[in-house]
């Protein structure tokens, strides 16, 4: 892949250029790394443990996504001790091949964990 993925600063006009420019590299980089293989959703709810660090083991883009169990839960996503993606009911994010994830509750706990690969 090759491509610089680091998320621009925001705060100006410039900074929207080059933050939709490294859409463009992801966009490409995600839709390399899916390739023609047919990806699903695959439920891992009964797998999973909120707190416990996992590892991209899949060759490939991870996708994933994780609802709380109340509108008011809040799920925090780590990818590789970077925080990337804070949600209220639910949090969705990519993980690189490689790299180890993941995901912290408060206020609830998990109701459904589904990875795309």
Not at 81 to 96: D, E, I, K, L, N
């Amino acid at each position: 892949m090759g491509s610089n993925l680091e998320i621009p600063p925001a705060g100006s006009e410039q900074n929207w250029g080059a933050f939709r420019g490294w859409l463009n590299k992801l966009w490409t980089a995600v839709t390399q790394s899916i390739g023609s293989n047919a990806a699903v959703y695959n439920n891992v709810t009964s797998s999973r443990v909120a707190g416990t660090t996992y590892t991209n083991t899949a060759g490939k883009i991870l996708f994933v996504s994780v609802n709380g169990s109340a509108t008011s839960t809040v799920l925090s996503a780590t990818v590789s001790s970077t925080g990337v993606a804070v949600g209220v009911g639910g949090v969705t994010f990519a993980v690189p091949v490689g790299a180890t994830y993941s995901v912290a509750v408060s206020g609830g706990t998990i109701l459904s964990w589904f990875e795309l690969f």
